[in-house]
């Protein structure tokens, strides 16, 4: 293989790798003047791949759909095939490493023709494996940009119509894609609230790549998952209510970190919380992470209010009252001093 021919080789896949790469940048990493960037750019170009260019400071090189699929050593029905099986597998979750699977899918859709990325969509829709529940529908093309916005490190644009009806217009820089719940989240640092905010991606629409690039804010893996958690927990519950609690909401916050979400000032030096869960039991733990010596109030309606009062009384009676007498075989255990 000839030099020429192994130097476009490595910017294909330099122009595989990010959505956007500046033609100065593309010459340091391949050892080469900007001049021959450009002519290996045309090689391609003539072998099938639609390369945008743009001029000035910013401009650089961005790897496009084109008119034919390029030559990816695949058929069309293969390219479909493939197409098929991970937006399929992104949607229900059927592999593991999800980012894995949705940016691959970004790949690969990227440089399919629009007939064919017509055909992966009818086709994908036909296709459900039997004895999974997807959770709500979620456009593949919006996870694909979003993917590819996460990877390549791009603000973007998009609509958002929260769970109330309220429909705002965000600008954010996208941190990380997540499956939990049968439901996508895409966790990013809101421009304008210059906060963390996390969404579901199947009530995101018109996504618009800005072409501006950013400096990830790290963040660890457990703060992402943490992130993801406390998304997870603003569905819907069966038994909702709002504690009101002597304490600021600055102060609330510090304590609460992420799970203080929700939460808003109730004047004079007190808090409003939000917290719920699938029946009774589930609210009362919730309650239950309220900061020692904090006084509250709630308004848990009934039958969860009666439910909850019964049983902390029978476990208030339970401490009260003398412990039961330990079996003797119990007690010569506890008498052992641990290992």
């Known amino acids: 293989m000839s030099d020429t021919t192994t130097r476009a080789l490595s910017l294909l896949n330099l122009l595989q790798t990010h959505r956007h790469w500046p033609g100065s940048e593309l010459a340091d990493r391949l050892g080469v003047t900007e001049r021959t960037v450009r002519r290996d750019v045309e090689r391609l170009r003539d072998l099938g791949y639609r390369i945008e260019s743009s001029p000035g400071a910013a401009g650089g090189y961005r790897l496009e759909a084109g008119s034919a699929v390029p030559p990816l050593l695949l058929t069309d029905e293969e390219a479909v095939a493939m197409a098929i ?13 999800p980012e894995t699977t ?6 690969l859709e990227q440089v399919l023709p629009a007939p064919l990325r017509r055909r992966v969509a ?8 039997a004895g999974l529940n997807a959770g709500a529908a979620v456009s593949g093309e919006v ?4 993917a590819l916005a996460t990877r390549d490190h791009e603000r973007v644009r998009f609509t958002y119509t929260a769970a109330s009806g309220e429909v705002t217009h965000r600008r954010v820089e996208p941190h990380a894609l997540a ?18 905010r996390t969404f579901r991606v199947d ?3 018109s996504v618009e790549h800005t072409r501006v690039l950013f400096e990830p804010k790290p963040l660890t893996p457990g703060e992402v998952e943490e992130f993801i958690l406390v998304a997870r927990s603003w569905v819907r519950q069966a038994v909702e209510a709002d504690a009101v609690m002597e304490l600021p909401i600055e102060a609330m916050r510090e304590y609460f970190g992420q799970w203080g979400q929700g939460a808003s000032d109730a004047g004079d030096g007190r808090t409003r919380w939000p917290v719920g869960g699938g029946d009774f039991r589930e609210t009362m733990y919730g309650l239950s992470w309220i900061p020692e010596g904090v006084e509250y109030t709630t308004d848990l309606r009934s039958p969860a209010r009666e439910e909850l009062r019964e049983t902390l009384g029978r476990m208030l009676r339970a401490l009260d009252a003398p412990p039961p007498e330990v079996p003797p075989q119990r007690a010569k255990e506890r008498a052992l001093p641990s290992a």
């Open 143 to 146: 996870l694909g940009e979003l």
């Open 102 to 107: 949705i940016t691959a899918l970004a790949k």
């Open 203 to 205: 009530r995101l629409a």
């Open 85 to 97: 099986g991970l937006r399929v597998a992104a949607s229900q979750r059927l592999v593991s490493g």
């Open 122 to 129: 009818a086709l994908a829709d036909a296709v459900q494996p």
């Open 179 to 196: 499956p939990a719940d049968r439901h996508w989240y895409l966790l990013c640092w809101d421009l304008e609230k210059e906060d963390w």
